[in-house]
């Protein structure tokens, strides 16, 4: 079992860059691979990009690939997406989540474990 907080969202101007992070506890952090996902309002939980259990692999949803960027710290449990150049059309709120397999995965159907989320409006 592990439990995920997710932090970092807020309000940002179109342009603008924001880090997420998701704090796991419960379990050591290295042995899950790991997922960012959004949801907007009136949408389905998309998925954002996600990262193997140490950080070899790294997949990413088309629309944010070359501004977004996901790591991890298993030292300190944590995961991390670092979004630049965010356009209005990506806010909604983000969602960390964990898988019981090491590898990266884009399903979210792949993943068990789901943090609250974070809200990120962008402002155009």
């Known amino acids: 079992q592990v439990q995920l907080v997710e932090s970092g969202g807020g309000l940002v101007q179109a342009g603008g860059s924001l880090r997420l992070s998701c704090a796991a506890s419960?379990?050591?952090?290295?042995?899950?691979?790991m997922g960012w996902f959004r949801q907007a309002p009136g949408k389905e939980r998309e998925f954002v990009a996600t990262?193997?259990?140490?950080?070899?692999?790294?997949y990413y949803a088309d629309s944010v690939r070359g501004r977004f960027t996901i790591s991890r710290d298993n030292a300190k449990t944590t995961v991390y997406l670092e979004m630049n150049n965010l356009r209005p059309e990506e806010t909604a709120v983000y969602y960390c989540?964990?898988?019981?397999?090491?590898?990266?995965?884009?399903?979210?159907?792949?993943?068990?474990?789901w943090g609250q989320g974070t809200q990120v409006t962008v402002s155009s």
């Open positions: 419960g379990r050591a952090l290295n042995i899950y691979g």
């Open positions: 990262i193997s259990w140490n950080g070899g692999e790294t």
């Open positions: 989540a964990a898988r019981a397999s090491p590898r990266p995965a884009m399903a979210r159907d792949e993943y068990a474990y």
